[in-house]
């Protein structure tokens, strides 16, 4: 089992390009998260998904679009980078919603947009 | 409003014993969690608590008061790969979780 895995790991954008980041899990989670880490700040939700072909925002969900075409498979796009959303991004999967369901993150993808 | 309180940083010392406050305001209460995360990687589960009291596990205890919005969570033991930051989060109504900044603990040999 690989758990909860990112690509890609680290990333340099310049103001206006567009990326797609990508989650993936092998463990049959119905849901996912997509969270940006910022320095003094906790980890602050984008957008998440509630099973395959659903989609949700987040507290922070303004230049963010996601997919979830396939269960496994949860992709955070940025479609015209700006330096605000130079930041650590992490995905994480739960098998479901309720509180005794923990979190599993992923190793996180490091963007900086200059 | 949502507020998730808990301190920056702590220093302790290797083999002693060190509490991590959280205190929170939230819209709604379906527990509360402690994260270990080390320096450049993901967080990973410690705890869980959504009934008052001390739950154990092991050298980590994480004790809930939820009529104070209170929270510690206690290391015993303490060992030099125990530096991290334990990350504080609460579950609201809606199922989410709000997080505190963290609380990078320091430990000296």
């Known amino acids: 089992n690989a758990g909860v895995t990112q690509t890609p790991k680290f990333r340099v954008l310049k103001t206006g390009q567009s990326m797609t980041l990508l989650c993936a899990q092998d463990m049959n989670h119905e849901y996912m998260y997509w969270y940006r880490q910022d320095p003094g700040m906790g980890l602050r939700l984008i957008h998440y998904s509630v099973g395959e072909g659903t989609t949700a925002k987040g507290e922070v969900p303004d230049g963010y679009n996601v997919s979830r075409l396939k269960k496994q498979n949860f992709l955070l796009g940025l479609e015209s980078a700006a330096p605000s959303q130079t930041s650590v991004y992490f995905c994480a999967s739960a098998e479901t919603e309720t509180s005794t369901d923990t979190q599993y993150f992923g190793p996180g993808t490091r963007l900086t947009v200059l | ?109």
């Open chain 2, 1 to 109: 409003g949502q507020n998730i309180d808990q301190p920056t940083e702590m220093t302790a010392t290797e083999g002693a014993i060190v509490q991590i406050n959280c205190t929170y305001q939230t819209s709604g209460f379906n527990g509360l969690f402690w994260y270990q995360q080390h320096a450049g990687e993901a967080p990973t589960f410690l705890s869980y608590n959504v009934l008052d009291g001390l739950e154990e596990k092991g050298r980590f205890s994480s004790f809930l008061s939820r009529s104070k919005g209170y929270s510690y969570l206690l290391l015993k033991e303490l060992q030099m790969k125990d530096s991290a930051s334990y990350l504080c989060a609460v579950m609201e109504s809606n199922y989410q979780l709000i997080w505190g900044a963290g609380t990078k603990l320091i430990i000296k040999p």
